[in-house]
């Protein structure tokens, strides 16, 4: 990588919150400990019935937040858990939110501005039988905190201020909700394992991406199993936004991937696969990144991993010390391979990263949404 491309990474807005998430985590984890208690009755609460069901929901990156932290949260809380975008619930509230057992609504949000992430709370008020509402947000002062701010039957966890990224796109924002659910949830996840990892993977990211940039991609796949599709879907927004779609992105999981999404794949391909920690799931990754460097050729795919002992023929981006983890832990760090690529990729486009659509066809809170009336309901 070139140092003016370097240096252009240490000046912009984005590349700042990318580089800061090891010490964004070890302060939320900081947050979480000191506010355990508060938090431990509230959930006791909120999931006392062994029916209740939690929901996490948001909207753009904020839903791929639940994807991730999914199957984790479930484990711990013993209780089923479902990742629901706050889009789908303002659309078709009466599927997305079960009328018939006690709800735990988890929002995230950035801002908590966007007009869906209060008028998710407001449908959910209406549509669940009883349901509780957990908020983690980045800004204390968004719509979604205020409204929740105060009630009984919620409780609003807000972030390290400099969680809330000024930038256009989700960076430290995205991975410190995902980490604090986790700490809220009870999960034994050690941030400063994850922020040495981190650290780790700041040292060489640059150096790694840089060779596959160059390649000139149109059209970047990134696939990643169970939670870590999560990942993949945020990776592919990341590239697709902060590059104001010039660089076509698109995300599934290993095994789907080859029912019929398999067709976007071309010359000017690179494919990205994330490949679990959990052996079982880990051989159906490969199998699917042997195939794709069969197709693409080895100098268009990469391999994100955590185990540190894969021998393969093409690039693989190692996130040290995370070797054993579950897949949405180690998963934090690895989005620093993501988020950086998007970054430089962007600025090979010659876009701003900061601003990639200033003409504001695309917004850092989105803009144009109405909420219309719901009428529903029996009764109403």
Same mark, same amino acid.
């Given at each position: 990588?070139?140092?003016?491309?370097?240096?252009?990474? /240490?000046?912009?807005?984005?590349?700042?919150?990318?580089?800061?998430?090891?010490?964004?985590?070890?302060?939320?984890? @900081?947050?979480?400990?000191?506010?355990?208690?508060?938090?431990?009755?509230?959930?006791? /609460?909120?999931?006392?019935?062994?029916?209740?069901?939690?929901?996490?929901?948001g909207?753009?990156?904020? &839903?791929?937040?639940?994807?991730?932290?999914?199957?984790?949260?479930?484990?711990?809380?013993?209780?089923?858990?479902?990742?629901?975008?706050?889009? /789908?619930?303002?659309?078709?509230?009466?599927?997305?939110?079960?009328?018939?057992?006690? $709800?735990?609504?988890?929002s *995230?949000?950035?801002?908590?501005?966007?007009?869906?992430?209060?008028?998710?709370?407001?449908?959910?008020?209406?549509?669940?039988?009883?349901?509780?509402?957990l908020?983690?947000?980045?800004?204390?002062?968004?719509?979604?905190?205020?409204?929740?701010?105060?009630?009984?039957?919620?409780?609003v966890?807000?972030?390290?201020?400099?969680?809330?990224?000024?930038?256009?796109?989700?960076? &430290?924002?995205?991975?410190?909700?995902?980490?604090?659910? #986790?700490?809220?949830?009870?999960?034994?996840?050690?941030?400063?394992?994850?922020?040495?990892?981190?650290? @780790?993977?700041?040292? $060489?990211?640059?150096?790694?991406?840089?060779?596959?940039? @160059?390649?000139?991609?149109?059209?970047?796949?990134?696939?990643?199993?169970?939670?870590?599709?999560?990942?993949?879907?945020?990776?592919?927004?990341?590239?697709?936004?902060?590059?104001?779609?010039?660089?076509?992105?698109?995300?599934?999981?290993p095994?789907?991937?080859?029912?019929?999404?398999k067709?976007?794949?071309?010359?000017?391909?690179?494919?990205?696969?994330?490949?679990?920690n959990d052996?079982?799931?880990?051989?159906?990754?490969?199998?699917?990144?042997?195939?794709?460097?069969?197709?693409?050729?080895?100098?268009?795919?990469?391999?994100?991993?955590?185990?540190?002992?894969? /021998?393969?023929?093409?690039?693989?981006?190692?996130?040290?010390?995370?070797?054993?983890?579950?897949?949405?832990?180690?998963? #934090?760090?690895?989005?620093? *391979?993501?988020?950086?690529?998007?970054?430089?990729?962007? #600025?090979?486009?010659? #876009?701003?990263p900061?601003?990639? *659509?200033?003409?504001?066809?695309?917004?850092?809170?989105?803009?144009?949404?109405?909420?219309h009336?719901?009428?529903?309901?029996?009764?109403?």
């Open positions: 990588m070139s140092t003016q491309t370097s240096a252009a990474l /240490d000046s912009c807005q984005t590349g700042t919150e990318i580089a800061q998430q090891p010490r964004v985590w070890r302060e939320i984890s @900081a947050l979480v400990t000191e506010r355990r208690e508060a938090l431990d009755r509230f959930l006791a /609460d909120a999931t006392a019935d062994p029916r209740s069901v939690i929901l996490l929901a909207a753009g990156t904020s &839903s791929f937040i639940g994807e991730l932290v999914a199957s984790e949260v479930a484990r711990y809380a013993g209780r089923t858990t479902t990742a629901v975008p706050t889009t /789908d619930i303002v659309a078709a509230p009466a599927t997305a939110v079960p009328s018939d057992r006690p $709800v735990l609504l988890v *995230f949000a950035r801002s908590g501005d966007s007009p869906e992430s209060v008028a998710a709370v407001q449908l959910a008020d209406r549509v669940a039988g009883a349901v509780r509402h908020v983690i947000t980045c800004n204390a002062d968004g719509a979604l905190a205020r409204h929740c701010a105060g009630r009984s039957d919620s409780f966890l807000t972030l390290p201020a400099v969680a809330n990224d000024e930038g256009f796109a989700m960076t &430290s924002s995205f991975t410190g909700m995902a980490l604090g659910t #986790l700490l809220v949830f009870g999960s034994t996840v050690d941030a400063t394992v994850l922020a040495a990892a981190g650290d @780790a993977v700041r040292a $060489v990211v640059e150096e790694a991406v840089g060779p596959v940039v @160059a390649l000139h991609p149109r059209r970047v796949v990134h696939l990643g199993s169970g939670a870590l599709q999560g990942l993949a879907h945020e990776g592919a927004l990341k590239c697709l936004e902060l590059t104001a779609g010039r660089i076509l992105a698109l995300a599934d999981s095994m789907a991937f080859r029912h019929g999404p067709s976007a794949l071309d010359a000017t391909t690179v494919a990205m696969v994330y490949l679990s052996p079982y799931t880990r051989r159906y990754d490969l199998d699917l990144a042997r195939e794709l460097w069969t197709g693409l050729g080895l100098d268009r795919v990469v391999v994100i991993e955590g185990t540190g002992d894969v /021998d393969l023929p093409v690039a693989t981006w190692t996130v040290p010390g995370v070797a054993g983890l579950p897949d949405a832990e180690w998963g #934090l760090p690895a989005a620093l *391979f993501a988020q950086t690529f998007a970054l430089t990729a962007s #600025l090979a486009e010659g #876009l701003s900061d601003n990639p *659509f200033p003409g504001g066809e695309v917004n850092r809170v989105v803009q144009g949404v109405v909420i009336p719901y009428t529903g309901l029996k009764g109403e």
